[in-house]
């Protein structure tokens, strides 16, 4: 496609973002999204042209599924990409110098699982789960609490995976403390029940993450930047929030912030849901307000029913986006991630630049069984 796009939506989306070293040419951003298309945790051939198809197809930025941190209790999945070893490593520098050369910019998604893995599983079957408190998020004891060795060496893992990132060539990392996995159960009162250092209050259970952050921000230049993807839902706790105001937002975002976090992702359900009474702000208008970091929004964008309808086999309709370009234009948020819309069509973001919502592919449930 070579004719320039205009319209409203190339006027709110078309615009580049740059943080630190990272330009992204425009504001859609290729959501995180488990495929499990990497036997032994090696991203192949077939990995990289999936993530080069969205750049091609317009996409700015492009993030990749969570990748497993070099933790024994990191993964519960022997075909979940691996950010770690030599053979992995070389797999996703084929994504990054596929995907520069379609003209994205990429950063992966650092990812420890934490009590939510599953016991026996690979990749490492005789790795215990852990966690904060050794419970499960239903509260049921699983797994072990974390000891202080533990947590250093998690701290560890995620600056050892944000080193290999920069020296791999990508554009930044992205931390996953979201959904209930090990970040964020740590942050979370549900699942975080310690009395020492790393429990208690809001502020202190954001000591663990602040401490990866501050450990990655060590391990990389001052070019390279770091995202932080938060949510307020977890896996089996859809109405769980880590924040039931704006002021204990402003609690949980200062120390991360401090850190060294760059950017935002938060994550939501449907993105045009307000957060808090008194206002039309949804979470990632809320972070960049009290915060003042860059935000990405995420939820549902360009599809008329949320992610959890796929799991069920449910396909979901195309819709517009006004909602969206109206807070794109008052700059409630920086970015948009697109998670399933791409799933279903590499060229969403070049047909939504350009007008074309009626040319954009629906998405079926049955799509998530290939890796097109």
């Known amino acids: 496609m070579t004719d320039l796009p205009t319209g409203r939506p190339a006027a709110a989306l078309s615009r580049p973002f740059s943080v630190r ?50 933790h024994d209790s990191a993964g519960t999945s022997d075909r979940v ?11 996703w520098a084929d994504v990054v110098e596929s995907v520069h050369g379609a003209g994205g910019a990429v950063i992966p998604q650092l990812w420890h699982v934490g009590v ?35 947590l250093d060496d998690v701290v560890a893992a995620f600056a050892d995976a944000a080193g290999a990132a920069e020296r791999l060539g990508f554009d930044g990392v992205e931390l996953h403390g979201a959904h209930g996995y090990l970040i964020d159960q740590f942050l979370w ?23 990866i952050v501050a450990a990655c921000r060590a391990a990389v230049s001052d070019t390279f930047p770091l995202f932080f993807r938060m949510s307020q839902w977890k896996i089996d706790a859809y109405e769980a929030r880590l924040a039931e105001t704006p002021a204990e937002l402003d609690a949980l975002l200062t120390p ?10 938060a994550s939501t359900r ?29 939820g549902s964008v360009g599809l008329d029913g949320d992610f959890f309808g796929a799991f069920a086999g449910n ?19 920086d970015l948009v991630a697109v998670g399933r819309a791409l799933i279903a069509d590499p060229e969403w973001a070049a047909k939504t630049l350009r007008g074309r919502g009626e040319d954009i592919t629906p998405f079926g449930a049955e799509m998530l069984t290939t890796l097109h």
Not at 120 to 139: H, W
């Open 21 to 70: 070293g990272l330009t992204s040419r425009n504001r859609i951003a290729m959501a995180p999204m488990t495929r499990q298309f990497s036997p032994g945790g090696v991203p192949g051939r077939d990995v990289a042209d999936y993530y080069t198809r969205r750049a091609a197809g317009g996409v700015g930025l492009i993030i990749t599924e969570g990748t497993y941190v070099g």
């Open 81 to 91: 990409p691996r950010f770690h070893g030599e053979d992995a490593l070389a797999g």
């Open 116 to 150: 939510t893995r599953a016991e026996g599983a690979p990749p490492v079957a005789d790795a215990e789960p852990v966690g904060p408190s050794g419970v499960s998020l239903t509260g049921e004891p699983k797994g072990r609490a974390m000891t202080q060795k533990d």
């Open 189 to 211: 009162s549900g699942s975080n029940r310690r009395t020492d250092a790393y429990g208690g209050d809001l502020v202190a259970r954001t000591r663990f993450a602040a401490e």
């Open 256 to 265: 991360l912030a401090e850190a060294g976090v760059d950017v935002f992702h």
């Open 270 to 298: 449907r993105y045009w849901l307000p957060e808090f009474e008194g206002s039309d702000l949804n979470l990632a208008g809320w972070v960049k307000k009290i915060s003042g970091s860059p935000t990405l929004t995420v």
């Open 315 to 333: 396909g979901s309709a195309v819709t517009g986006i006004d909602r969206l370009l109206e807070r794109m234009e008052r700059d409630e948020f």
